[in-house]
């Protein structure tokens, strides 16, 4: 091994230095101590841009008509994200998301498969709520997805649950119909990063449709099933 003596003239022996089995190389460049690391913002810090970033969202009816923003609720480290259409008065009087009657049902089916509401993390597709609790229109929903996809990549769960067709149209667009393409796993790929996916009726249909339940519990009973395949706990 060559070893290269540089800028060391001065105090270093090179007797001594061979006497070691240094397999080092000392090099002559200047130490730079300017060097920029490359920036790694922490989960809190990019949740927090991202709550700015919608905060100061422009043109859009729904902040204009909203009290507050309605961003997220729960641990933000959890395996599960729930994502559901928007916020309603109690959510808008709150500041978080399924906090009245589907919430209170949502907590309900969490239970029903040995989840505690605060073990998993919930958003909405748009954080601000709809004028008359109206359903997000399809421009809306895309231009929120932006916000809810960077949402989902910082969170990084291992389950993404869809609640509703708003949510599902977020992301796999506005050609399906819910009733088809519920209680099947899915994949969504966001920055090249795949989400196991369940679409699923929301608390708020199965509280005007109560003969829709049935097919929801088929749906939670897998989303526990695949829980228990990654040896998820809580
Ligand atoms: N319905 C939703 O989709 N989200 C809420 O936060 C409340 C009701």
Known sequence: MTKKILNQNDIINTEIINSYDLDCIFSDNPINRVKKEPLILSKVEQLRKLREKIRNI???????????????????????????????????????????????????????????????????????????????????????????????????????????????????????????????????IISNKTFCTMITFHPAYLLRQADQKKYSWMDLKKIRNKIDELGINF
């Not at 997805?145 to 599902?168: D, E, Q, R, V, W």
Request: proline share 5%; hydrophobic share 35%.
């Open 58 to 188: 422009e043109d859009c009816e729904l902040k204009n008509n909203a009290t507050k923003i309605v961003f997220a609720d729960g641990n933000i480290d959890s395996p599960i994200m729930i994502v559901g259409e928007g916020p309603g008065q109690k959510e808008d009087e709150l500041g978080k998301p399924f906090m009245g009657d589907a919430g209170m049902l949502l907590n309900k089916m969490l239970k029903a498969i040995n989840i505690n509401r605060e073990n998993v993390y919930i958003t909405n597709v748009v954080n601000f709520r709809p004028p008359n609790n109206r359903k997000p229109e399809s421009y809306e929903i895309t231009k929120y997805s932006s916000f809810l996809k960077n949402h989902i990549s910082i969170i990084n769960p291992k389950i993404l649950i869809l609640m509703g067709s708003t949510a599902m149209e977020s992301l796999f667009g506005s050609k399906n119909k819910i009733s088809k393409e519920r209680g099947n796993w899915k994949e969504v």
